[in-house]
């Protein structure tokens, strides 16, 4: 069974003062590395006066994670902002922590949690999506047909994305990948055999994680 694909919606940003030092949150959702060190440059490019710039990115089922102190003593930053990306199952995620000194050190124990606070008080702020891998399923049926499958489908996962109306109609229908068979034979006891797959391709859904 494959790892949940979870990520963010929107980006997301929030900023707390500790001791006086400013630190100030992103999170963006990228595709690709590329997409992560192109908003990390431009962070420090906004942000050139900051005292550190401290950086992290997850891509993929953990393919590459990247985590950067920007100066801060080692493991106090980078990572224990990546720690809660990946404990989390957040994924094409990158996160920017900015940091403007405020003259009061913080320590290590101070600046883990300080870090690692900023991407979770962050991450609290987005709506987190679920990606699932679905069938995009078009499905040509008799107009006679038409009331039977809108009433059944409603007791189903299946999800109806459009309807044309031709000669005759045709159902483009969202299907979970595991449940693929089983609407397969579904389409089948409810028309009888009478229908037609047009097509079926790969399609990636996002769901919203509720609360």
């Known amino acids: 069974m494959s790892k949940k694909f979870i990520t963010i919606k929107e980006n997301s940003s929030d900023e707390f003062v500790e001791k006086k030092s400013t630190f100030i949150t992103h999170l963006i959702r990228i595709k690709n590395e590329d997409?992560?060190?192109d908003f990390i440059q431009k962070m420090?490019?906004?942000?050139?006066?900051?005292?550190?710039?401290?950086?992290?990115y997850v891509v993929g089922n953990n393919e590459i994670t990247r985590s950067s102190d920007d100066g801060e003593p080692s493991g106090t930053a980078g990572a224990p902002m990546l720690d809660v990306l990946v404990k989390q199952g957040i994924r094409n995620v990158c996160a920017v922590v900015i940091r403007y000194y405020g003259g009061t050190k913080?320590?290590?124990?101070?600046?883990?949690?300080?870090?690692?606070g900023g991407v979770i008080n962050t991450l609290k702020k987005a709506t987190?999506?679920?990606r699932k891998d679905a069938f995009e399923v078009k499905v040509e049926i008799d107009y006679s047909l038409n009331g039977k499958i809108e009433y059944e489908i409603n007791k189903t996962n299946f999800i109806v994305n459009n309807l044309e109306y031709a000669d005759k109609i045709i159902y483009t229908i969202y299907v979970m990948e595991e449940d693929y068979e089983k609407f397969q034979n579904w389409i089948a006891n409810l028309t009888n055999g009478q229908f037609k797959i047009l097509s079926s391709k790969d399609?990636?859904?996002e769901f919203e994680i509720k609360e």
């Open 35 to 37: 997409d992560a060190r």
């Open 44 to 56: 420090k490019k906004k942000h050139y006066d900051a005292t550190h710039v401290c950086s992290c």
């Open 106 to 116: 913080l320590g290590t124990g101070g600046l883990v949690r300080a870090y690692g």
């Open 128 to 130: 987190l999506v679920e």
């Open 203 to 205: 399609k990636q859904l």
